[in-house]
């Protein structure tokens, strides 16, 4: 029997890098508060300490969410063994006014694509 599974992508705010330090989302390095916290210039996000489970959240309580959605969806594709599909995109949930790319959230559904044997 066949099942496809749907998840969400993209739903959440970056996680942070410590390794390097850097964004999750734009991969570009984070920048010290002075307080023990980093922040993002390009996506506009802080994180309140150097930890991996740090939660991030807009830098200013009066940023609003960017709010921009793609016109366009993802296209499907099958990769041999499974077909992906893809949801219309959400909208931006980055603070207003970032310079990274948007991040808006779809869903993915995937199938497994079933294979003959050959006798």
Do not use: Q
Not at 71 to 85: A, H, K, L, Q, T
């Amino acid at each position: 029997m066949i099942k496809s599974m749907t998840f969400p992508n993209d739903d959440t705010l970056p996680f942070l890098v410590v390794k390097y330090p850097e964004c999750g989302h734009c991969f570009e390095e984070v920048e010290g508060t002075g307080d023990g916290g980093v922040y993002c210039s390009n996506c506009r996000l802080s994180w309140d300490s150097m930890d991996e489970d740090a939660e991030p959240y807009f830098s200013d309580d009066k940023d609003a969410v960017c709010g921009f959605t793609p016109v366009e969806s993802r296209n499907s594709y099958s990769n041999g063994s499974e077909f992906w599909e893809f949801g219309p995109h959400s909208h931006c949930i980055l603070p207003e006014g970032h310079s990274s790319i948007h991040l808006c959230p779809y869903e993915a559904k995937v199938t497994p694509i079933e294979m003959s044997e050959s006798v």
